[in-house]
C-alpha cells in the first residue's frame, strides 16, 4: 500500500532562517506532488506542483521554493523565514490527474 | 484562474441530512473531489465526480452539474463525529494535475 510520510509534525523557527520540509510517498511510482499551505481556519493555498522529477510548477514563487531530486521526495525550501510564512504546511500525492489527492501529516510551522 | 465558493459554515441536528454547495470557475475542468479535515489533522479524501450525476459512498453522495459549474456533497444520518470542516476541489490547468481547494466548510453537529 502507498504511504506519505512528512516531517517534522511541529516547527519553530526565527525570522530570517532558512526552510527545509520533506516529503517522501512509498509504494507507488511517478506520483503527482503537492504542497500546500493552510493558515488556522482557512482554506488550503497551493503552493507547488510536480508530474515528474524535476518539474516543479509554482503557483505561489514569494520566497518559497520546491524540489523534486528523486521521483518519491518533495522538498519545500525557503531561504529566509518570514513572519508571514507560519502556517500549515500539508504535502499530497495523486496517482492521475488529481482526482484523489493523499494528504501527509502535515508540519505546523511557527515564525517568530 | 480557478476559485471555488461555498458557505463558511452549516449547523444541522444529529441525524438529520445536510448539504454542502460549491460552485466553481475554472479552465480545463478534470472534475469535482470532497475533503474531511478534523481539526489539527490532515484533508482526507471523501468522494470525486468527474462526469454529471451522483455518486454515493456510504452516508456521504456529491453530486455535479458541469453545464452549472456546481456540485454538492450530501451527508445523511449526521453523527457527531461529522463535525468538521468540508472542502471541495476542482482539478484543472493543463493535464488536470493543478487542484485548488475551496476556503471550506465549517460543519457543526448538534445533539
Known amino acids: 500500500s502507498q504511504t506519505i510520510h512528512q516531517w517534522p509534525a511541529t516547527l519553530v523557527q526565527p525570522v530570517g532562517s532558512p526552510l527545509s520540509l520533506e516529503c517522501t510517498v512509498e509504494?507507488?511510482?511517478?506520483?503527482?506532488l503537492y504542497w500546500y499551505r493552510q493558515a488556522a481556519g482557512r482554506g488550503l493555498q497551493l503552493l507547488f506542483y510536480s508530474v515528474g522529477i524535476g518539474q516543479i510548477s509554482s503557483e505561489v514563487p514569494q520566497n518559497l521554493s520546491a524540489s523534486r531530486p528523486q521521483d518519491r521526495q518533495f522538498i519545500l525550501s525557503s531561504k529566509k523565514l518570514l513572519l508571514s510564512d507560519s502556517g500549515f504546511y500539508l504535502c499530497?500525492?495523486?496517482?492521475?490527474?488529481?482526482?484523489?489527492?493523499?494528504f501527509g501529516s502535515g508540519t505546523q510551522l511557527s515564525v517568530l | 484562474g480557478q476559485s471555488l465558493e461555498q458557505p463558511s459554515e452549516v449547523t444541522a441536528v444529529e441525524g438529520a441530512i445536510v448539504q454542502i454547495n460549491c460552485t466553481y470557475q475554472t479552465s480545463g475542468f478534470y472534475g469535482l473531489s470532497w475533503y474531511q479535515q478534523h481539526d489539527g489533522g490532515a484533508p482526507t479524501f471523501l468522494s470525486y465526480?468527474?462526469?454529471?450525476g451522483l455518486e454515493e459512498t456510504g452516508r456521504f453522495s456529491s453530486f455535479l452539474s458541469r453545464s452549472d459549474s456546481y456540485g454538492y456533497l450530501l451527508l445523511q444520518e449526521l453523527q457527531m463525529k461529522d463535525s468538521a470542516s468540508y472542502f471541495c476541489?476542482?482539478?484543472?490547468?493543463?493535464?488536470?494535475?493543478?487542484?485548488?481547494f475551496g476556503a471550506g466548510t465549517r460543519l457543526f453537529v448538534k445533539a
Open positions: 499530497a500525492w495523486s496517482p492521475g490527474q488529481a482526482e484523489k489527492l493523499f
Open positions: 509504494g507507488t511510482s511517478n506520483p503527482n
Open positions: 465526480n468527474a462526469l454529471d
Open positions: 476541489a476542482v482539478g484543472g490547468g493543463t493535464g488536470g494535475f493543478k487542484t485548488i
